[in-house]
């Protein structure tokens, strides 16, 4: 599996990016989150979607993870995540089409080595990953929404 953070083929190391404390963010954020994101050729949809994810992580946690799993993608869409460039976001890479539960264990994997709290979506844009702000106040004292 080829991973990649960034513009960098490589793994970013567990607590990366740091937290964003220099910037007035409410008290109710979570401390980390993840938001994992299956794609399968969306080269048309994963550069709008990790920008969207990522604004959003941003808002609701003080360490913010978008991670994208490019399940054997043929039409440039790891190529695509990973010219987003953000710290925050970890695009991995499945050589050939494992399906997408496969897609959905590899990311939460990643993600639960990274954050606290693990949301994921897919990569088509058909939802809207604001609506996470909504859900903050019905985490409380909750293990899972």
Aim: glycine share 6%.
């Amino acid at each position: 599996m080829e991973i990649a953070s960034g513009t960098q083929s490589m793994q970013a190391p567990v607590g990366f990016p740091p937290a964003m404390d220099d910037f007035p963010l409410p008290e109710d954020r979570l401390d980390s989150l993840a938001i994992v994101m299956p794609a399968y050729n969306e080269v048309r949809n994963i550069g709008a979607a990790t920008r969207k994810a990522l604004d959003v992580a941003r808002r609701v946690s003080r360490t913010p993870w978008v991670i994208v799993v490019d399940d054997g993608s043929r039409d440039g869409t790891h190529e695509t995540c990973l010219a987003v460039g953000d710290p925050a976001l970890l695009c991995l890479r499945h050589p050939d089409n494992r399906g997408y539960g496969a897609a959905l264990s590899t990311g939460f994997a990643a993600a639960a080595a990274r954050a606290e709290w693990v949301f994921y979506t897919d990569a088509d844009n058909q939802f809207d990953l604001s609506e996470i702000e909504d859900c903050l106040p019905l985490l409380k004292g909750a293990d899972a929404l």
